[in-house]
């Protein structure tokens, strides 16, 4: 029986992609409840009548929230525990890619992530009533390694990737039970990354070049990854590379990694 069996988890940026995939998934493997919070309102409608076509009712809630206003997304979390009386994964997820919107960019995949992992704290901590749990951050690749076509968002995900192995073995994060870990996906089959590459980015020819052709990851593949962090229970500040071609779920860390844009990239894994 899977871990997510009986659990209750908040995903931000649910209503789509990565974060509709998650809840999916941890429906599949009979979580009790996931509670999706997105700015998306029409779409995280839509993902909701289509889990609970898939899955039923009463085990899915979307909650229309902007992960920017820490405020909002703590009364999400508040509304999360007073409903199931129970918090125990969350998914720090939603994220957006577009270099001329550099401060949204920092405030939504970087310091979103920073509140959601503080309040998950805050509302999962075994010193604060709760039975501790799992965060998972979504950084990328780029929290790995640099990207010049895309510096803000490359930094954004570096801020995750350092504060999710920092704030993993902060005490009053570690004797609350609670673990931190993070996911560096590769390029994803979302419409992230093609509406990146449509739609008023910076450097928008080039990033076609970059990535026409490349393999995607499947979904699967990403979700298979976090369902084995959660379950992992010694993984912990973990920031987990997954990469088209490596095994994922079980996992591949990365020890050291060299890029350069024109020369191939060298990558040594532990
Ligand atoms: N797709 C990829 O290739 C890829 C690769 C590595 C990492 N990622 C990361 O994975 C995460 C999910 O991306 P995805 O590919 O599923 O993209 P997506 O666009 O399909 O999903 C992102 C979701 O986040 C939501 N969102 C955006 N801003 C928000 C805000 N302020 N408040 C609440 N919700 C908000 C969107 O409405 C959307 O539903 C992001 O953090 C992204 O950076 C994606
Ligand atoms: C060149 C910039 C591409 C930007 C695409 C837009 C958003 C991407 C977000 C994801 O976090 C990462 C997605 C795609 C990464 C594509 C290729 C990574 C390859 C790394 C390498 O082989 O050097």
Known sequence: MSEINGKVAIITGGADGIGEALAD?????????????DINEKKGQETLNTLKNKHGAGRIQFRKCDVRYTDLLEAAFKDCMDQYGQLDVVCNNAGIF?????KLTIDVNLAAVIEGTYLAVKYMGTQN??????????ASIYGLCPQKLSTVYAASKHG???????????PDVVSNGVRVVAICPDAVDTTLVPIASEIGV?????????????PLLKLNDVTSTVVHLIE???A???TRLIRVGLACG???????????PVKPVQITYL
Not at 129 to 138: E, S, Y
Not at 202 to 214: L, V
């Open 250 to 260: 079980r996992g591949t860390l990365i020890n050291n990694l060299i890029y350069d």
């Open 25 to 37: 998934d941890f429906l599949n493997r009979q979580a009790k409840v996931i509670y999706i919070i």
């Open 98 to 102: 577009n270099e001329y919107t550099r």
């Open 202 to 214: 910076k450097y928008t020819k080039e990033i076609k070049q970059f990535t026409a052709g490349r």
């Open 236 to 238: 912990n500040g973990t």
């Open 232 to 234: 992992d229970g010694s």
């Open 160 to 170: 995750v990737v350092g504060f999710t192995r920092s704030v993993a073995f902060e």
């Open 129 to 138: 009533g709760g039975k501790g749990g799992v965060v998972v951050n979504t």
